[in-house]
């Protein structure tokens, strides 16, 4: 018997992002999620590292690997769309769920518990961890293209930095801190 999993997966790349604004350098889900797994792998290390937290840094970045997975079937959900209020927030999390459980069902049943604990990681360590790092992937992308001079991205840079602060993790504060300045340098000053 054939299974689709990952075939589905590979189609991340075909899902674009912040599609009701206009892009210099366009961004798709499978990207995204790239990102995301790096940054959420990084402030987990940070969390154990740095202040002693008990987390599974490989965990956190499969999860963030995984976390926008379900866009496979609903697409990407512009963000002032998705969070508009809270009756759409709450029905769009139920679509995201049946997405996340019709994918986990395309794997061999003695697969389907380790993914399905990706695609709905019930830790809120660990939730909020690839939360902050999905935000700060977003604010890293409003950072790029700012920098390329498309200022239709500077309300969202200030929202997301907001947003970021608001968190108050101290892992998080750490990465803005120490990591976040070098993402405004050039690549000549970067090897500087």
């Known amino acids: 018997m054939s299974h689709s999993f990952f075939a589905y997966i590979a189609r991340m790349r075909y899902i674009g992002r912040w599609g009701l604004m206009r892009n210099t350098d366009p961004e798709n889900v499978q990207e995204h999620s790239h990102m995301v797994?790096?940054?959420?792998?990084?402030?987990?290390?940070?969390?154990r590292d740095k202040f002693g937290g008990a987390i599974d840094p490989g965990h956190v970045a499969a999860v963030a690997l995984y976390h926008d997975a379900p866009e496979i079937f609903t697409g990407d959900l512009p963000t002032p769309v998705k969070y508009a209020n809270p009756a759409i927030q709450t029905a769009y999390k139920a679509v995201e769920a049946q997405a996340a459980a019709r994918l986990t069902a395309m794997l061999p049943?003695?697969?389907?518990?380790?993914?399905?604990?990706?695609l709905g990681e019930p830790d809120p360590a660990v939730q909020a961890l690839v939360k902050a790092a999905d935000k700060l992937s977003a604010?890293?992308?409003?950072?790029?293209e700012l920098?390329?001079?498309?200022?239709?991205?500077?309300?969202?840079?200030?929202q997301t930095?907001?947003?970021?602060?608001?968190?108050?993790?101290?892992?998080?504060?750490?990465?803005?801190?120490?990591f976040l300045p070098a993402f405004s340098l050039t690549l000549d000053e970067l090897q500087g």
Request: charged fraction near 25%; glycine fraction near 2%.
């Open 139 to 144: 604010h890293l992308k409003c950072l790029e």
């Open 161 to 178: 930095r907001q947003a970021l602060e608001d968190y108050h993790l101290p892992e998080l504060d750490y990465f803005l801190e120490h």
């Open 109 to 118: 049943p003695e697969l389907q518990p380790a993914y399905a604990a990706l």
């Open 37 to 47: 797994a790096v940054l959420a792998h990084a402030l987990a290390v940070i969390r």
């Open 147 to 158: 920098k390329a001079g498309n200022r239709e991205f500077q309300s969202a840079a200030r």
